[in-house]
């Protein structure tokens, strides 16, 4: 192994098999464009965008040098209290690509921070507005909100809480979007709507006006790529108006063209009152994360504070730090100047085919997908998830980054994709699912 590190054990790996990985180590020691080249030396290509950032591919010379210029120029400004050009203008050049009138924004360090930033923003604004009774929050089973206390307690999947004990009271859940007769349906499925209608019983069961915020991710991403069913979204958002709910997309993963617009609001024709974003704001290279809301929200919470006094007291040492708003301006510019949103959509059908080709595998219980997102669940082995993870360190010795959450494998590949690169992942899952499935690698069946 080439290794420049001394000992591997000190290290404690998030989300991360700890003693497995020391014993046979994954590492990574360059990136250019779609590839990784592992410790081996070995090539690897990128199926996930590193974890759903790197969206306009590795080794982005501009981004670099924009930070390394900053850091030149203005290595550091306090954000309490004090300011600095780039932060400003990456809040407007954010509010240019949101939709409707999202354009004040709050910044933060990661998904996590967003989300509960978010929280206690839609906290601050009821309160504002004479509701303070308003604290409950409805989330949905599946969910990923990061693992922060806040996201952590709206969270949907029992694994990421149960080592930890208290969560946050006042967070109920509706259930999530997977039908079983909406098996290996490409994008949205026709039936499922209704299950929107679930936030209306929480409505009644707790009253509407005990409830703050309904947060869901428009395609919950991290639990296996959900994709709504049609005009479930804005059955969503027609309970949230009757009842003054703030309505907030969680769009770490969808954000920034994942969908094939800015925001997944946008691909679907729902607007929220507040969108949390990360990962891909700086294609992954500075940690950064933001909030984008309403101006209604902005003007009342800031208009009920006295003047001259702090109007909302939160707020993090690394909000809007200059290196991070450098990283994030040249990240838009370079969504901008390669037009990679609208890569990103005209690359989707081509990428659902390929994810699709794999249907008959056996092994492979259900597909979804848009944009340039797709998940395949895979039949579990003798325990849950032990499939998954070997499926996972088989693409890595077979030369392929994956994302594997239980026995779903997730593919988000970045936007700078060219039709081969899809063509190169495909086949090398083919190989890995097939050897499980007991099939000679490499023949495809009819079907
Ligand atoms: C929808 C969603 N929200 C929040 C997060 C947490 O982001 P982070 O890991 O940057 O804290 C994630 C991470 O994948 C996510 O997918």
Redesign the pocket.
């Known amino acids: 192994m080439q290794t420049s590190a001394n000992s591997l054990e000190y290290q404690w790996m998030p989300f991360t098999a700890n003693r497995h990985f020391k014993v046979e180590p994954r590492l990574f020691s360059e990136a250019q464009g779609m590839y990784l080249k592992n410790h081996r030396g070995e090539t690897l290509i990128d199926g996930c965008s590193g974890?759903?950032c790197v969206s306009a591919g590795h080794g982005r010379r501009e981004i670099a040098d924009a930070v390394h210029q900053q850091l030149l120029t203005l290595d550091y400004a306090p954000p309490f209290q004090f300011g600095h050009d780039k932060a400003f203008e990456l809040a407007r050049r954010i509010g240019e690509l949101t939709p409707d009138d999202l354009n004040y924004v709050f910044f933060t360090n990661?998904?996590?921070?967003?989300?509960d930033t978010a929280m206690k923003i839609a906290l601050a604004y009821h309160r504002a507005r004479g509701q303070p009774q308003r604290t409950r929050f409805v989330s949905r089973e599946r969910a990923?909100?990061?693992?922060n206390f806040g996201?952590l307690s709206l969270a949907g999947m029992v694994r990421n809480r149960e080592q930890f004990g208290a969560v946050l009271p006042g967070i109920s859940h509706i259930r999530h979007t997977v039908l079983p007769e909406n098996k290996f349906v490409r994008g949205e499925a026709d039936k499922g709507a209704e299950l929107a209608d679930d936030l209306q019983r929480h409505v009644d069961l707790y009253g509407a006006d005990t409830i703050a915020a309904c947060i869901v991710?428009p395609i919950a991403?991290?639990f296996g790529i959900l994709v709504p069913p049609k005009g479930y979204l804005k059955r969503l958002r027609e309970i949230c108006d009757r009842h003054g709910i703030l309505l907030i997309f969680?769009e770490?993963?969808c954000g920034f063209g994942r969908t094939g617009k800015p925001f997944a609001a946008q691909s679907f024709g729902v607007t929220p009152d507040m969108i949390?974003m990360?990962?891909a704001l700086t294609n992954g290279v500075i940690p950064m994360?933001a909030v984008a809301m309403r101006e209604q929200i902005y003007q009342t919470v800031v208009d009920a504070a006295a003047p001259k006094s702090i109007e909302l007291f939160h707020g993090y040492t690394y909000s809007g730090i200059p290196a991070a708003c450098a990283a994030g301006l040249a990240t838009l510019d370079i969504y901008r100047r390669e037009g990679l949103f609208e890569r990103a959509a005209e690359l989707s059908p081509y990428f659902l085919d390929a994810v699709w080709s794999l249907r008959d595998i056996p092994i492979i219980t259900d597909i979804r997908g848009y944009g340039l997102l797709a998940a395949i669940d895979i039949a579990p082995a003798d325990k849950p998830g032990m499939r998954g993870y070997e499926v996972l360190c088989e693409l890595f010795n077979t030369g392929m980054l994956a994302r594997v959450g239980g026995d779903t494998l997730i593919f988000a590949p970045a936007f700078i994709a060219e039709r081969k690169h899809i063509d190169e992942m495909i086949d090398k899952v083919r190989r890995v699912l097939q050897r499980h499935a007991g099939q000679r690698p490499g023949v495809r069946l009819a079907g």
Do not use: N
């Not at 990661?110 to 989300?115: F, L, Y």
């Not at 990923?144 to 693992?147: L, R, S």
């Open positions: 974890l759903y990661s998904g996590s921070e967003s989300v990923y909100h990061g693992v996201g991710e991403g991290s969680d770490v993963i949390t990360a990962k994360g």
